[in-house]
């Protein structure tokens, strides 16, 4: 069965440093998505985007955060520089153009900020 | 602000048991509502999902409910297996946009 695949699992990496979050959405979807879990809480939107631009985003996608889909499989979270608020589990999710479909998950980036 | 939530944090059945999750929302804009699984380390996995427009959807020893009146949502589970173990997210949206989660049940089967 196709699924989502995140690169890595686990990033560790000092605060103010720039990371890149990496996922490799399912094949035919064209709708993709960046959301995160702080520990112990409950899973939090951050952007959407479709035929490349962002379609929609929420109060913590701040000028720190950007996505961008650099080809034909990938998508990328950026944080310019990270905070120590910025440390959760980073879900990259995609969906199909049909519009019945629902979004599926990969299994997240661990981000912990040092 | 309009949000979704979980009644009962943790939920403990015994195997072969029927399950019932619950989930209130309170923004009644919204017209789409799905179900996860979240296994410790992985992401949440698809179960069911229902539309505004139906009360009921079956799946797999799964059936979610939908009562719009009073903003109720539910996750049934037949002859519930300890694999179900897991926190069960509701999650409702508008279209197939952004999805708004809840904080998630516990789910522990014991065999």
């Known amino acids: 069965e196709p699924e989502v695949t995140q690169t890595p699992s686990h990033q560790v990496t000092q605060m103010g440093q720039e990371v890149i979050l990496r996922c490799v959405p399912i094949?035919?979807?064209?709708?993709f998505y960046w959301y995160r879990q702080i520990l112990g809480q409950k899973v939090e939107f951050l952007v959407s985007?479709?035929?490349?631009?962002?379609?929609?985003k929420s109060e913590i996608f701040d000028d720190q955060f950007s996505v961008e889909r650099p080809d034909g499989s990938n998508f990328t979270l950026k944080i310019r520089s990270t905070k120590l608020e910025d440390s959760a589990m980073y879900f990259c999710?995609?969906?199909?153009?049909?519009?019945?479909?629902?979004?599926?998950f990969g299994d997240g980036t661990r981000l912990s900020i040092l | 602000g309009e949000s979704v939530g979980l009644h009962l944090p943790t939920l403990s059945v015994q195997e072969g048991d029927n399950s019932i999750i619950n989930c209130a929302y309170s923004n009644s804009a919204s017209d789409y509502f799905i179900w996860y699984k979240q296994e410790s380390g992985k992401g949440p996995q698809f179960i069911i999902d229902?539309?505004?427009?139906?009360d009921k959807r079956q799946g797999q020893r799964v059936t979610v409910l939908l009562n719009k009146t009073v903003k109720h949502l539910s996750l049934q589970i037949a002859a519930t297996q300890p694999g179900d173990s897991a926190v069960y997210f509701c999650?409702?949206?508008?279209?197939?946009?952004?999805?708004?989660f809840g904080k998630g049940t516990m789910l522990l089967v014991s065999p």
């Open positions: 985007f479709y035929n490349n631009e962002i379609s929609e």
């Open positions: 999650a409702e949206g508008r279209g197939y946009s952004t999805l708004t």
């Open positions: 999710a995609s969906s199909a153009d049909t519009g019945n479909q629902p979004q599926h």
């Open positions: 229902i539309r505004s427009n139906m």
């Open positions: 094949s035919n979807h064209l709708y």
